[in-house]
């Protein structure tokens, strides 16, 4: 491997990026954060890259690049119709910290618009990236999403939204309960599909690299409210995306929920990632119902105690800031 092709950032068709840049129509970076799922990638790739309205210019973040040989991710990236920037990353920066790096670094090219995508979802047609757009300028937005489906069955959301003590499931709720026909204001499921003018990334940042994944969009959720900036979920736009509503477990006869990840790793991270943002201002008021939830769930449904001090432990660091991996003492 040669000097050049060892470096991190690897930016292809510079020139089309400068003529673009007298362009009048605004300039749309799609910033995409990947770690080891390059058959994923691709497949994210071509239908972000495919939109009828082409983004200006692709970053990709790679968080799995020493462990890439064959440099299959850079050869997908520089192999894409529009003018892309490699940014490889010798340490995991999560989920937070490649979305942190890939927003910034298309802030520093001139990007007036920033759209994110994960590895593992998609848009669902060419015209996402054009309706999101078009929402965003018709209703004045700083940030749009699109509604987030179920990849295997896009009639399904694929989070669950609570929307006052009730939780909706479906695509057909959302749009039957909104008060306007195209947009739903005021809530938006980060980052999938996430449309930010630059502006509002000035005015609310980055996500938190402490976070590193689970409650890093939601933290960043909690200071667009408390910016007053207008946003919401567009009606008419769809991101594909593996179910993950599989996670919150019904209590009370399904009237509320518990988050229950499927191994240790996501329970850790989740967790203590919530206790740090429940201890924000906005989110404090969420504290009381977040122990009777939880409460419940571990010592009425699973009947595990043990369960529930880990809970209580795990929340205990979030909230005292203890963001360490590996051994608790920063160490990895």
């Known amino acids: 491997m040669t000097d050049e092709r060892s470096r991190e950032e690897h930016v292809t068709d510079e020139r089309s990026r400068e003529e ?11 910033v995409v954060v990947t770690h080891r799922r390059p058959d994923e990638l691709a497949k994210s790739l071509d239908a972000v890259c495919s939109q009828s309205r082409r983004p200006d210019h692709l970053i990709v973040v790679d968080n799995d690049f020493p462990n890439d040989p064959a440099e299959r991710v850079r ?14 990353s010798h340490r995991n920066l999560g989920g937070a910290g490649g ?6 670094h298309a802030l520093s090219l001139g990007a007036q618009w920033v759209w994110l995508a994960d590895d593992d979802g998609r848009p669902q047609d060419s015209e ?13 937005l700083a940030e749009v999403s699109p509604m987030i489906c179920d990849l295997d069955d896009p009639d399904r959301l694929a989070f669950p939204l609570r929307r006052g003590l009730k939780w909706r499931r479906l695509v057909s709720e959302l749009r039957t309960e909104s008060a306007l026909p195209d947009l739903m204001p005021g809530i938006a499921h980060l980052f999938n599909g996430a449309l930010f003018r630059a502006g ?25 409210l408390r910016s007053g ?5 567009c009606l008419h736009a769809v991101y594909l995306h593996p179910q993950g509503g599989d996670e919150f477990r019904p209590i009370l006869g399904g009237r509320m929920h518990a988050q229950y990840p499927d191994n240790p790793t996501k329970r850790y991270f989740t967790y203590r990632n919530r206790g740090y943002l429940q201890s924000q201002p906005g989110m404090r008021k ?15 449904t699973k009947r595990d105690p043990a369960g529930l001090r880990e809970w209580i432990r795990l929340r205990r ?13 920063g160490n990895t």
């Open 200 to 224: 509002t990334i000035d005015a609310v940042g980055v996500p938190d690299l402490r976070l590193f994944f689970r409650g890093d969009e939601t933290e960043l959720h909690r200071r667009l």
């Open 128 to 140: 996402v990236l054009a309706t999101l757009l078009a929402c965003a300028e018709r209703h004045g």
């Open 20 to 30: 673009h840049a007298t362009d009048d129509t605004p300039q749309i970076t799609a």
């Open 286 to 300: 969420l504290v009381l119902q977040e122990y009777l939830r939880y409460g419940w769930y571990f010592l009425v």
């Open 75 to 88: 050869d997908l990236v520089s192999g894409q119709p529009i003018p892309t920037t490699y940014l490889g």
């Open 99 to 104: 979305f942190a790096l890939g927003m910034l």
């Open 229 to 233: 900036l207008p946003f919401g979920t």
């Open 317 to 329: 660091l979030g909230r005292r800031e203890r963001f360490f991996h590996g051994d608790g003492k």
